[in-house]
């Protein structure tokens, strides 16, 4: 379809963050649910960095949400509202004095960050407590972990979905964005736990390449997505999509997009790691390629922002 | 629901005398705005937060030296499947009774969501009042039977406003009359309720393609996607669950400390 004339929310560099720490805290909490899934012993330091950092990543996330709104005092809105729900779109539910609208994924991602937020908490609380000698609560903790995994995963994912959700030329016709962010959360979340370990030190080689090939393996996703998200948006054979898409490969935002997004944030550290980091992965080396999936994670999810958003004339 | 609503915009009638945008900022007490120069009588390139109606001056060249002057009142097409609506996560943007969409500014806390969702760039966001902003089709007017004021102004009946259902009849009929004039481009444009999101309550007759009007040739609910990229994400995640597993399971084995 030809895209007319168009507006952009004009989301600003609040939300960007939002997005990029939000990928964070989901792809380490998972991380550290898997480990710790499969081996609790052995991944203890793992897992306490991973859902450290998650609880870290995510705090700030409500405050970005609530400071970027029109209304700030009006926050709540978000999750109430005095009207039935065949009033206010497709499939909304109602529940006492709450709505959850699930094919808008702003809605939806309102309440999963509210529950990922909490087992977040929850995890970290658990962490503390243990390492202060309590006991080990078996079964809440892998609740907890499964729960805040699931959500986790959405959180990284859904403001890709969002923005597929938007009629902005770039995005209007893109399927792959969802899957995108889901892969740069786990990179990135991967790579924060691979660089606070590396710089604390300690007996940590073994957790460092297995972090490294967990990464490896996000990384490679996530070029499979953005090649799938790029040729498909071009293959729409319109002219106004193939100047949104022009505009990010060619135009004023390319080179974010190929210096930082690809070649820093993908092929170096992709590069790196096959030639060795995997195997033998030293904490300087480790640190290195970590830093470099996690700004080349930023730059991905930034320029795609930032280029979708851009009204061209 | 009661019997839907519709405005019907025939631009064929259309003088551009601009008395629709004046009386719809009357009306609706929209501030005062700078000017924006565009090149023709066209005043703001698009719709603002304090210009719900907007009367677009286009020129169109023949090749030969010959040009036609085009005009079109443009407004909210308050679709039968509103990205607007489906996209805001507050439940401000709800639909009437009559099958309008509306923004609540009670509610609305501001997050802008609607005004990328909008396939048609209409919704704005207003910065003094921190929310965002639309036609209602006189929300208030239509309640007391009064009818849009755009409609009431227009003084050639380019803008007619009424129960769909008798102003879709009218426009196909006009539409025909016009081909049978001679005026082969004519078509209608969102009358059609099995078309491109559900059709659009006010709809329109163009002398010519839609894309030489600014509008989308065939618009899409953007929501449309929501499914399919959610699967995909689910899918994504599967594959990202299971090499983290394979990366932490293989015990004991090469880079063990
Ligand atoms: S034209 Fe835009 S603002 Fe109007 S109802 Fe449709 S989606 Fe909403
Ligand atoms: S800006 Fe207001 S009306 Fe628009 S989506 Fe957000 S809450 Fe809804």
Known sequence: MEPGLLKSADWPFLIDLYFFLGGIAGGAFVIATVATLLDAQRYRDLTRVGYYLALLAILPGPILLTVDLGIPSRFLHMLMVSKPTTAIGMHAINIGPFHLKPFSPMSAGAWALMVFSACA??????????????P????TRLVIGIVGGVFGFFIAAYPGVLLGATARPLFISAHWLGA??????????????????????????????????????????????????????????????????????????????WVGAVVVGLVIPLLLQVGGVIRKATPGMTALVSALVIVGGFLVKYVIIVAGQRVLS | MARTLAMFTDVSLCIGCRACQVACKQWNQLAPEEPEWTGTYQNHHHFTDKSYRLVRFFEQSDGQGALTWHMMSDVC???AQAGCLEA??????????????????????GCRYCVSACPFGVVAYNEDTGTATK??????????????ACAKACPTQSIRFG??????????????????????????????????????????????????????????????????DSLLSIGAALMVGLGAVVAFRDRGGKGSA
Do not use: W
Not at chain 1, 121 to 134: I, Q, S
């Open chain 1, 121 to 134: 908490f929850l995890a970290a609380l658990l962490t503390f407590l243990e390492d202060r000698g309590n």
């Open chain 1, 136 to 139: 080990r609560l078996g079964t």
């Open chain 1, 180 to 257: 995108l962010f889901l892969a740069v959360g786990a990179a990135t979340g991967g790579a924060a736990i691979a660089l606070v370990l590396s710089l604390v030190g300690g007996q940590t080689s073994d957790s460092l390449s297995r972090l490294m090939k967990v990464t490896a393996i996000a990384l490679v996703l996530e070029l499979v997505f953005l090649a799938l998200f790029v040729v498909s948006v071009s293959a729409t054979g319109s002219r106004g999509i193939r100047e949104a898409l022009a505009q990010l490969l060619v135009g004023s935002d390319a080179i974010f997009f």
């Open chain 2, 77 to 79: 097409k308050h679709c």
């Open chain 2, 88 to 109: 805001c996560p507050t439940g401000a943007i709800y639909r009437t009774e009559y099958g309008t969409v509306n923004i609540n500014q009670d509610i609305c806390n």
């Open chain 2, 135 to 148: 036609c209602t089709f006189c929300n208030d007017r239509i309640h007391n039977g009064l009818g849009p």
């Open chain 2, 163 to 228: 129960f769909r259902d008798e102003l879709a009849a009218q426009a196909r009929k006009r539409v025909d009359d016009l081909k049978r004039m001679g005026v082969k481009e004519a078509q209608l444009y969102g009358e059609d309720q099995s078309g491109p999101v559900g059709g659009l309550n006010a709809f329109f007759l163009l002398l010519d393609k839609p894309s030489l009007y600014g509008l989308p040739e065939n618009p899409k609910l953007p929501q449309g996607n929501v499914l399919v």
